[in-house]
């Protein structure tokens, strides 16, 4: 995997886990879950989650907003740029490449 993210970084500037986590937002039915549901998902703790969904809101890619029925959750949602990035990496052979057999 380290290899995979050396080079989704160098082409594209996301990691591997940026990728996971874009893709799962930019579902219809993911797109208003709450950071502690995703990072279950992911399999990953909130306050890391928290942290890899600022610095890909600083680049574009994703928007925070509060929770309306709680106003301690947070709504990550993917932008306009964070589907084109991701979109970009789906087609790139940057990724096809290292995939490819790994069923």
């Known amino acids: 995997m380290a290899a995979l993210d050396v080079r989704l970084r160098g082409a594209h500037g996301v990691t591997l886990r940026d ?5 799962l937002l930019s579902r219809p ?6 950071i502690c549901v995703l990072a279950q998902t992911l399999g990953v703790s909130p306050g890391a989650l928290v942290g890899q ?3 890909l809101e600083e680049r574009g890619l994703v928007t925070r907003s509060p929770c309306q029925r709680d106003r301690r959750g947070i709504l990550p949602r993917i932008t306009s740029e964070g ?3 991701l979109h970009a990496v789906l087609d ?3 990724y ?8």
Not at 19 to 23: G, I, S
Not at 96 to 103: C, K, W
């Open 19 to 23: 990728v996971l986590l874009l893709e």
């Open 29 to 34: 039915d993911r797109r208003a879950h709450r």
């Open 53 to 55: 969904v600022r610095r």
């Open 83 to 85: 589907y084109a990035r």
């Open 92 to 94: 790139s052979q940057a």
């Open 96 to 103: 096809i490449g290292s995939t490819a057999g790994a069923d």
